[in-house]
């Protein structure tokens, strides 16, 4: 793989650099390992309101079926240009044979994924009409996965599809991620010297040996128990986890205010993002965290990284429901935000 050398840490940036670290991501292969669920949409219209009772008929056109959770991330980071492997549980349903099919439709390897008996396979149910959510239906489980079904999963060896150049933990808090799991899992992938990048839920302890962490703004308010974000809670996050687990980055995800970052060297630094008209905000932080992980392994630094994943974010808030953005979106986007950054400084 190959890597570019003396990236700036400030918000003075190449944009030809930034242009050559996207062409270098085709030589990536990253491990996902996290929570796969399927995200249903039920398209229609809503032109009355039943007789039964006060809520709109929507009559349904079409449907559609795609991967979410952490099949999310590797629909983006294949959409980026990388490659990756993937580790998951699944159920012994349909649901969990339609997660295999998808991922083989992609050329993604189902040798990672482990099937426990009686589990059911997560599946979120969107009705859309006219470009809106009206309604979500949940049927999953948030069980933790039996000790034996994760053991087997920390034995699986995505390695054999050419050697990893980092690994991301998309935990989405459906059981997966055991206290135990998580442990055997990072110390496994630091034994084989791959990076391990987390987007975290729950106590902090747990994600010790990691490289990166990559909270969102509400979990991060959580896990220092704080009511309104900014920088003094982005600052106490931060100085909280790298007392817990050491050297670690950490890239604080903000929405339209963009994102915090902390490299562990010196005081954090905010990245900002051009606002742009937001469709749904749904699966932006697995495009994020699918950009900044490419973008590390190629060597960029956390501030150009969080550069390249605030605008591929921006492109997916534009699309209605689970998105990806392609390297050429963002490619198209990147002289235009770095000039408008560069002139509000």
């Not at 969107?126 to 053991?151: H, K, N, W, Y």
């Not at 007392?243 to 604080?252: C, H, M, P, W, Y």
């Not at 902390?262 to 742009?276: L, S």
Request: net charge negative; charged share 25%.
């Amino acid at each position: 793989m190959s890597e570019l050398k003396g990236a700036q840490n400030c918000l003075e940036l190449d944009v030809e650099r930034l242009l050559k670290l996207l062409e270098l991501f085709d030589g990536v292969h990253l491990l996902v390992v996290g929570d796969v669920l399927l995200d249903e949409y039920l398209w229609g219209d809503a032109e009355r309101i039943s007789p039964e009772a006060p809520v709109p008929v929507v009559r349904i056109d079409r449907e559609s079926v795609v991967l979410g959770g952490a099949g999310n991330v590797v629909q983006n980071l294949l959409a980026l240009g990388g490659r990756c492997s993937f580790s998951t549980v699944i159920g012994d349903d349909p649901d969990g044979q339609q997660v295999r099919e998808l991922l083989s439709l992609q050329g993604v390897s189902t040798a990672g994924v482990v099937v426990e008996n009686g589990r059911p396979t997560a599946r979120k149910t969107r009705v859309v009409s006219r470009g809106s959510q009206m309604i979500r239906f949940d049927r999953e489980t948030t069980v933790p996965v039996a000790d034996e079904i994760s053991g087997a999963l920390v034995e699986c060896n995505p390695g054999s599809e050419g050697p990893l150049d980092g690994a991301i933990l998309a935990d989405y808090g459906k059981g997966l991620f055991t206290p135990s799991f998580t442990r055997a899992l990072i110390r496994r992938l630091v034994k084989e010297k791959v990076p391990v990048a987390v987007d975290p839920k729950g106590e902090l302890s747990i994600y010790r040996g990691a490289s990166l962490l990559k909270p969102n703004g509400f979990e991060a308010l959580d896990l220092v128990g704080a009511d309104k974000f900014g920088d003094p809670v982005a600052d106490r996050f931060c100085l909280r986890a790298q007392r817990v687990l050491g050297d670690i980055q950490i890239v604080v995800t903000e929405g339209a205010d963009g994102m915090a970052v902390f490299d562990g060297t010196q005081p954090g630094i905010r990245v900002p993002t051009i606002r742009r008209e937001v469709f749904d905000v749904q699966g932006a932080g697995d495009t994020a965290m699918a950009a900044l992980s490419l973008a590390l392994r190629v060597g960029a630094s956390l501030v150009e990284a969080a550069l390249i994943a605030n605008v591929a974010a921006g492109v997916v808030v534009n699309k209605t429901g689970t998105a990806t953005v392609t390297r050429n979106e963002v490619r198209g986007l990147l002289p235009d935000t770095v000039a408008r950054l560069q002139e509000v400084r």
